[in-house]
């Protein structure tokens, strides 16, 4: 073993048909994506409330979609890192694997997960918010260029936004109502690159522990759930995960 020597753990790894992983912005900052917070965060140049929500949106279309452009320029230029692909190496093993992720980028899709329910939406795709008309990203790249202020108009005249859930903005009921099912259903819930600040995704774990489903967290800092988590493994995803496969795999092909 690795990194996992946690005999409770093993046991409980060994038989657990049902696994569900849940990921934040820390699983791709090693893609070279910035989180919101911590020291690499977006937040401690721009504040969120002037840019992440419908009034920031709405007061400012130009500055919010210019800064979506460009993170969209980043998450275009990166690939998925190791934790990525560790993670869909898990899909494969797990009998039953359930993927909730807080994050916007579709890198777990270009992993190659399949079913990944997306609670905050995708930054990729963008809608009119008048008649809902979808952009697909080169669609949207389209108006954006052939528009000298920056403010996407749909040609209804409503304004274009990303397909984000924004600050004060609900979860699509379906995609939270998956995440639940995923966390109460599961005998083991992993953690992967988030601050669990962002209710209600943060919830996911502790509803999980209620229901008796054995606690992992992955990240290199100390989290609000890090205290209620049965195992704690410090380090990098892209780093750990890699190292998780092996041992879970060797945990089950041992007698
Ligand atoms: P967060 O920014 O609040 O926290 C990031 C967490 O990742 C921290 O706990 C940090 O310690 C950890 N971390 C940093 N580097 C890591 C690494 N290499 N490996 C593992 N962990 C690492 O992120 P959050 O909890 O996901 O909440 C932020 C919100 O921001 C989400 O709702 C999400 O929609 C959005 N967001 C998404 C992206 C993205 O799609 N990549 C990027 C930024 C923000
Ligand atoms: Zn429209």
């Avoid at 657990?16 to 990921?23: F, G, M, N, S």
């Avoid at 052939?146 to 609900?170: A, D, K, Q, T």
């Avoid at 919830?203 to 522990?209: C, I, M, S």
């Amino acid at each position: 073993m690795e990194i996992i020597n946690d005999q409770e753990a093993i046991k409980r790894l060994k038989v657990a048909r049902r696994i569900a992983v849940l990921t934040g912005a820390g699983i791709s900052v090693e893609s070279g994506i910035p989180p919101f917070r911590g020291e690499e965060g977006l937040w401690t140049k721009l504040s969120p409330l002037e840019l992440a929500s419908f009034e920031a949106f709405y007061t400012n279309p130009a500055r919010v979609s210019e800064w979506y452009q460009h993170r969209r320029n980043i998450i275009e230029k990166s690939s998925p890192n190791p934790g990525h692909l560790a993670i869909k190496k898990l899909e494969e093993i797990v009998p039953d694997f359930k993927l909730i992720t807080q994050n916007v980028d579709g890198l777990h899709q270009r992993a190659g997960s399949t079913d990944v329910i997306e609670l905050h939406g995708n930054i990729m795709e963008n809608y009119c918010v008048c008649c809902n008309q979808h952009y697909s990203t080169s669609e949207f790249d389209e108006v954006f260029r052939h528009n000298s202020n920056h403010i996407p108009h749909c040609y209804c005249g409503g304004l274009i936004r990303p397909n984000v859930v924004w600050f004060g903005e609900p979860i699509p009921a379906e995609n939270y109502e998956k995440a639940y099912h995923a966390a109460i259903q599961s005998e083991v819930f992993i953690t992967v690159g988030t601050s669990a600040q962002v209710t209600p995704a943060a919830d996911l774990p502790r509803y999980a522990k209620r229901n008796n489903s054995y606690l992992i967290e992955i990240n290199p800092n100390h989290t609000a759930i890090s205290d209620i988590v049965d195992l704690n493994l410090r380090g990098t995803s892209g780093t750990i995960l890699p190292m998780f496969v092996k041992d879970y795999q060797e945990i089950l092909s041992a007698d």
